[in-house]
């Protein structure tokens, strides 16, 4: 059976293609989900009601070919304390040569966000979007490179909690 892993003329089909961001679509709900089925197991265990997550810059780890799947934290925002979060790419493969950079809020939050790459060039926000009255998805797509990516984030006033996502992509923009 011939799969687009060990043929590289079936990884540019149209198939595959549509294939490569149907698994990576599964695993952003998995991922989703998952999180948020510990944030309501996690809810129950707290103590107090007003129990956040964590609120200090936090390492991704790393994205490869091997390791191809998303990274997804969620964390609390303070306003007056900005985070450093980062995330290391190794090998890239050939399928997903973009990293893609996001970070999910509440509908009236508007972080300041920026991705330094590990070049030190720095890229601000490609594009926003805005689901009225639920959340805002901020979001970066650049070409992926191996090293260390930083993900600079500060509130725009208030504390509010936030998901911060790194994975590796086909294409430019928004691949949903």
């Known amino acids: 059976m011939k799969t687009t892993q060990n043929n590289p003329a079936l990884q540019s089909s149209p198939v595959a293609l549509m294939m490569n961001r149907m698994m990576i679509q599964a695993r952003l709900l998995a991922t989703v989900a998952t999180v948020a089925l510990l944030a309501c197991v996690m809810g ?61 809020t509440y509908w009236n939050k508007f972080p300041s966000f920026e991705v330094v790459d590990p070049s030190g060039v720095r890229h601000g926000i490609d594009g926003v979007i805005n689901d009225p009255n639920q959340s805002n998805t901020f979001w970066i797509n650049v070409p992926a490179q191996p090293g260390r990516y930083e993900i600079e984030l500060a509130s725009n006033g208030g504390t509010y909690t936030y998901f911060v996502e790194a994975i590796l992509v086909s294409e430019e923009g928004w691949p949903w």
Do not use: C, F, W
């Open 44 to 104: 129950t265990e707290a103590k107090g009601a007003n129990v956040k997550p964590p609120s200090g810059s936090q390492d991704m780890g790393t994205l490869s070919a091997a390791n191809d799947y998303n990274v997804l934290l969620n964390l609390t925002l303070k306003n007056g304390d900005p985070v450093v979060h980062t995330v290391d790419v190794e090998d890239i493969p050939a399928s997903r040569p973009r990293l893609l950079l996001a970070v999910k």
